[in-house]
């Protein structure tokens, strides 16, 4: 019992300047405002354009770089699909179809404000593979940023899997 009590107290001493060490680390900085002071190439999320995500590639919102939109998506069950979804569309969530074009040669950052699928794919043909992910600004509403590496022409743009509507969506070349 007394070696118990000891080891006990070894491991109460031995984590104490851990826990202590812990409470005292600095916390992130609290944001001031959202989407204020945003850097470059995100200083227009905060003030997007109207757009409606279309239904099919007939009644395709148009997306366009270098700026931001609001785009308000329909329910998914009534979207017709350009890329096949992985899996069927959850219940209750939202979905649109976008047109953009490049001119350009490059990769390019399409940006969401919220958790949702963003498919690219040339005209007619495989959606292709991101080259990378990550968040956006601190202190912004980007909540996802995808990297597309794009020839110049023509592409769909499909958002799927939106919990909410309008979403922000924005697309910036890569610098």
């Known amino acids: 019992m007394k070696l118990l009590e000891t080891s006990l107290a070894a491991v109460v001493l031995t984590c104490a300047p851990l826990a202590a060490h812990a409470q005292m680390a ?18 227009g999320w905060a003030a997007p354009n109207a757009q409606q995500g279309g239904g099919s590639l007939a009644t ?19 979207v017709t699909y350009v890329v096949p ?4 569309a959850a219940p209750n969530t939202y979905a649109g179809v976008f047109t953009l074009t490049i001119d350009t040669a490059g990769t390019y950052s399409i940006a969401l404000s919220q958790g949702a699928w963003i498919d690219v794919a040339p005209a007619g043909a495989k959606p292709l593979s991101s080259v990378s992910h990550s968040h956006g600004p601190a202190c912004s509403t980007v909540h996802k940023v995808v990297d597309f590496a794009l020839q110049p022409g023509a592409y769909v743009v499909q958002i799927s899997g939106a919990q909410s509507t309008p979403i922000t969506v924005g697309v910036e070349p890569k610098s």
């Open 60 to 78: 395709a919102g148009t997306l366009v770089v270098g700026h931001t939109y609001a785009a308000a998506l329909p329910a998914s069950a009534g």
């Open 85 to 88: 979804l992985n899996k069927p």
């Open 26 to 43: 600095p916390a992130a900085p609290a944001c001031a405002a959202m989407d204020k002071d945003l850097p470059a190439p995100w200083t």
